[in-house]
């Protein structure tokens, strides 16, 4: 008789990347993921950025000196880093691992550069979202309403949106966010197809045998 015990069906954790142009909806729709998935930790990043009215260090992102952060890739502390806007960002390695190995789903907010660094080293546990925003005009005016960045900055950050949108072919899935509703129930439903993937369930092949009667 085989072990049917639920620990022989225990599954890895998967790495679920979101990505987009800035202002389609990423971080509205990452945090009502992490509400509404039990299993699911955000990964934060390390960032050299300054700081936005009500975010909060260690949750948003741990907001650290330039002189921390080459500290941190000099010590081999990132998973991946990357230079957006001037700034650079990094996955701190650590807590990855660690929700992995206790078979949590990892959500990061990276950019394509990370998606792209993050795939060469994990291919087979990475699930890559791409979130495009409805038209060009709303995400000016997303940018806008947000209301925490100047005009320069705005104009900065539409500039590079095409940038950002040319990499859309190198991820799984595509999200066109006009309702934030569905769009978190789209992510949803890639989840739980994803947590079912044959691959991550390493140990079905025994418990299929014993089913058998092999
Ligand atoms: N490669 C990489 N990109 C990141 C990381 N954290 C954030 N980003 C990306 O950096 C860009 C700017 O992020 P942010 O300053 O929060 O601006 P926002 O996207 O407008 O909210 C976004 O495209 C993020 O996905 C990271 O750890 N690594
Ligand atoms: N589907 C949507 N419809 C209308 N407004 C949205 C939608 N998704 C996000 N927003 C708004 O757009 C702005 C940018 O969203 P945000 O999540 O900060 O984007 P990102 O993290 O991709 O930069 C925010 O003010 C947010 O409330």
Redesign the pocket.
């Known amino acids: 008789m085989s072990d049917m015990t639920e620990n022989t069906l225990q599954r890895r954790g998967l790495m679920l990347v979101l990505s987009?142009p800035?202002?389609?909806?990423?971080?509205?729709?990452s945090r009502l993921l992490l509400e509404r998935e039990a299993d699911l930790t955000l990964s934060v990043s390390a960032t050299t950025r300054k700081m936005r009215p009500g975010e909060i260090d260690g949750k948003d992102y741990f907001f650290v000196s330039p002189e921390k952060f080459a500290e941190m890739v000099k010590g081999d502390e990132l998973l991946e880093h990357a230079t957006v806007f001037d700034n650079r960002y990094g996955t701190p390695r650590a807590p990855v691992e660690q929700a992995l190995s206790n078979s949590r789903d990892v959500l990061f907010d990276i950019d394509w550069q990370g998606t792209q660094q993050v795939s060469a080293k994990a291919p087979n546990d990475i699930v890559r979202v791409f979130i495009l925003p409805p038209s060009l005009e709303e995400l000016e005016r997303?940018?806008y309403?947000?209301a925490q960045d100047s005009e320069e900055v705005v104009r900065g950050r539409m500039a590079k949106a095409a940038d950002e949108m040319s990499h859309w072919a190198e991820y799984d899935y595509i999200i066109v966010?006009?309702?934030?509703e569905q769009?978190v129930a789209d992510v949803q439903s890639i989840l739980r197809a994803e947590r079912l993937k044959r691959d991550r369930k390493p140990g079905l092949d025994g418990f299929v045998r014993g089913l058998r009667g092999a």
């Not at 800035?22 to 729709?29: D, H, M, R």
């Not at 966010?177 to 934030?180: A, F, L, R, S, T």
């Open positions: 987009s800035s202002g389609a909806g990423k971080t509205t729709i997303r940018l309403a947000r966010n006009n309702d934030v769009s």
